[in-house]
T-cell receptor, first 114, second 113 residues
Framework: AQSVTQPDIHITVSEGASLELRCNYSYGATPYLFWYVQSPGQGLQLLLKYFSGDTLVQGIKGFEAEFKRSQSSFNLRKPSVHWSDAAEYFCAVGAPEGNEKLTFGTGTRLTIIP | GAVVSQHPSWVICKSGTSVKIECRSLDFQATTMFWYRQFPKQSLMLMATSNEGSKATYEQGVEKDKFLINHASLTLSTLTVTSAHPEDSSFYIC?????????FGPGTRLTVL
């Protein structure tokens, strides 16, 4: 069975600083990998996804993520955060040959300080 | 593209009544939709997988007679919470699958008094 770990429950960064949110997964092969963002009281918005190919993927809002097979990781990065990036971030994995379900991490809450 | 809507965005009802939530894919057809429940400050819990033209597949522990799902067309799935009780109060989110990616609706806040 697949699983996802987001080790950081809450991260606080200063506006303009760089950001890295960690995501580790457990799966027998290369899964489909996703990062979603959720603002309070809202649904989830897809930031980026990885299926295959180039291991560095670019997403919306200036985010990128790198798939590292050796570390079973798919960390999300942004070089300079904006106050509007404050939200909850979820990493998710899906099985390419499987039942279409996603397994979500527990989420990382990002707080931005001036 | 890949926009998913939900209606209503919030609903308040009395205990014992039924509430229907709609999930629509606006610019694509979705043979598969998903229903999630989210408790405050927690991750999403998958309730069921909704397949167009067939019965939904419920996750373990989810009462299928309480949470009725109908996926009558390629762009619409509905979740009906029957005989709602205060413990059913939650944030319900749907998603629709397009090319191996799930796109989420904005969610519905249900409060049962």
């Amino acid at each position: 069975a697949q699983s996802v770990t987001q080790p950081d429950i809450h991260i606080t960064v200063s506006e303009g600083a760089s950001l890295e949110l960690r995501c580790n997964y457990s799966y027998g092969a290369t899964p489909y990998l996703f990062w979603y963002v959720q603002s309070p009281g809202q649904g989830l918005q897809l930031l980026l996804k990885y299926f295959s190919g180039d291991t560095l993927v670019q997403g919306i809002k200036g985010f990128e993520a790198e798939f590292k097979r050796s570390q079973s990781s798919f960390n999300l990065r942004k070089p300079s955060v904006h106050w509007s990036d404050a939200a909850e971030y979820f990493c998710a994995v899906g099985a390419p040959e499987g039942n279409e379900k996603l397994t979500f991490g527990t989420g990382t809450r990002l707080t931005i300080i001036p | 593209g890949a926009v998913v809507s939900q209606h209503p965005s919030w609903v308040i009802c009395k205990s014992g009544t039924s509430v229907k939530i709609e999930c629509r894919s606006l610019d694509f057809q979705a043979t598969t939709m998903f229903w999630y429940r989210q408790f405050p400050k927690q991750s999403l819990m998958l309730m069921a997988t909704s397949n167009e033209g067939s019965k939904a597949t419920y996750e373990q522990g989810v009462e299928k007679d309480k949470f009725l799902i109908n996926h009558a067309s390629l762009t619409l799935s509905t979740l009906t919470v029957t005989s709602a009780h205060p413990e059913d109060s939650s944030f319900y989110i749907c998603s629709a699958r397009d090319l191996n990616t799930q796109y989420f609706g904005p969610g519905t806040r249900l409060t049962v008094l």
